[in-house]
């Protein structure tokens, strides 16, 4: 059956996602980038990326589910701090997050 094999599968899916960049593309030109509904895809888009964030510091699953929270918390904090003091580079940020998290899991207060 057509339906099941991969290969159509695989052209089916990207017809539709190039078509809809293709949407997008066509229709971004005919906006402002001011606009109300630019603002709201924004929010909506850091939304979005604060829940996940959230989920993972605070009911991860895996591996990093047996990283005791305190651990989570402050790489999070520590990276965020590094982020905001030297200037929002984001490199920085998560390489003092993640830093903070190993080292803080390897401390005798859990």
Request: contains cysteine; aromatic residues 10%.
């Amino acid at each position: 059956m057509i339906g099941n094999d991969p290969l159509f599968l695989l052209i089916f899916g990207l017809m539709g996602t190039f078509l809809l960049r293709a949407v997008g593309v066509i229709g971004a030109g005919h906006m402002e980038q001011d606009s109300p509904l630019f603002r709201w895809i924004g929010c909506v888009a850091f939304a979005i990326a604060a829940g996940i964030m959230a989920k993972i510091l605070l009911v991860p699953s895996g591996v990093l589910a047996e990283a005791p929270i305190i651990s989570r918390l402050g790489g999070a904090a520590v990276g965020l701090l590094i982020f905001f003091a030297i200037g929002r580079r984001i490199h920085w940020g998560l390489g003092g997050g993640l830093l903070a998290f190993l080292l803080i899991g390897q401390l005798p207060i859990h």
